[in-house]
């Protein structure tokens, strides 16, 4: 079959690979219909970790094509034909705490698909049974490329110490794909969301206002501060949801938020945080780390969709095949959303106009 293969430093492009055995007990494989690309992958080029040479891609959606004999204490999901969207841990222990209680996104020896173990940017993948979610009726292959990073948001926004609803007010910095899921999610239970930008984000912006987002700033943190004292009598925002890897947004968001606000650190980091403690302290703030999903937030965000609360097509920015690999990095260091069709099952829908190439 066809793979976008790392083969090492700098080095990942299409390549033929050995067809994938059947599956054996406890497992599925699926034919790709959709795979979506985000910052990781492209960070993912450089450097020698993770396994080598392995298939990148982990925001995955497809067609259940062969299952394995079941094994015990691992339910099927799906049956052959379902149209399902996969979690990411390849491995898990199984036996941790965290493992346990369903929290496998903190379990240490967890492996996960394009990065510790083959992803899904090849025309088939073979996972746990347990791993693959059906999608509703109502939700494209297309569409369910997004549902990794989606399911992230809610993990992000709903499963953290957070409190989001229709009481809240709640900024979001950064226009990309995280901060678009995340707007959407916390819009959907009812919260005023404030998405913030730079000025070369307006069109990124007009989709955030478009999918429900109660305003946009791209003005500066001053110009966000004014907003939040009109629409809070001067309180200032609930919760921060910092989704542009800017350590400086990090320290303009603190700024955001009333007494005893939360900050939730969603994107990565490449700079150390300096913050002044003092504000912390005497404003009683949190900040708290945001990192992977677990089967819970993948369930509701399935639920989420099936109830028509959210639209991820205004998130994609780009469709294309594995032949055009390069062109799709370049999109995503552009900001833009790219989803790949490996081509291992077509989709189930005719691409929209907007996303019509040639
Ligand atoms: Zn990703
Ligand atoms: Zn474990």
């Not at 004999?69 to 965290?98: F, K």
């Not at 943190?221 to 629409?231: C, F, G, H, I, N």
Request: glycine share 12%; charged share 20%.
């Amino acid at each position: 079959m066809r793979a976008i293969v790392k083969t090492g430093d700098g080095q990942v492009g299409l390549q033929e690979v050995a067809d994938l055995p059947e599956p054996g007990p406890g497992e599925v494989t699926v034919n790709v219909a959709a795979t979506a690309i985000c910052g990781t992958d492209r960070n993912e080029i450089a450097g020698t970790t993770g396994m080598i040479p392995r298939i990148l891609g982990h925001e995955v959606c497809g067609v259940v094509a062969a299952m394995g004999d079941p094994l015990p204490g691992i339910p099927l999901s799906a049956s052959i034909g379902d149209r399902v969207v996969l979690e990411t841990d390849a491995y898990l222990c199984r036996s941790c705490h965290w493992c346990r209680t369903e929290q496998f996104n903190r379990c240490e020896k967890r492996t996960g698909i394009g990065r510790t173990a083959h992803g899904g940017l090849a025309e088939q993948i073979t996972i746990r049974a347990d791993a693959v979610h059906r999608l509703p009726e109502n939700v494209t292959l297309l569409e369910g490329a997004l549902l990794e990073p989606l399911a992230v948001a809610v993990h992000s926004v709903l499963e953290g110490p957070f409190n989001v609803g229709p009481d809240s007010t709640v900024v979001v910095i950064g226009p990309g794909t995280m901060g678009h899921l995340c707007a959407q999610v916390a819009t959907a239970v009812g919260a005023r969301v404030i998405v913030v930008g730079l000025d070369r984000h307006e069109e990124r912006l007009a989709v955030a206002r478009e999918t429900g987002a109660f305003a946009t700033v791209s003005t500066g943190a001053d110009d966000v501060r004014a907003l939040l004292s009109e629409v809070t009598d001067g309180m200032g925002a609930d919760y921060v949801f910092e989704c542009s890897g800017s350590v400086s947004q990090v320290v303009d968001g603190l700024s955001y938020l009333r007494k005893g606000g939360m900050l939730g650190l969603v994107a990565f980091y490449r700079d150390p945080l300096v913050v002044d403690a003092m504000t912390i302290m005497q404003n009683e703030l949190g900040v708290v780390g945001c990192r992977g999903k677990r089967p819970s937030s993948f369930r509701t965000a399935l639920a989420l969709l099936r109830n028509g609360h959210l639209s991820l097509e205004p998130v994609i920015g780009s469709v294309r095949s594995m032949d055009e690999w390069d062109e799709a990095v370049d999109e995503v260091s552009r900001g833009v959303k790219v989803v790949i069709t490996p081509g291992g099952t077509p989709l189930d829908r005719d691409l929209p106009p907007r996303l019509q190439r040639g």
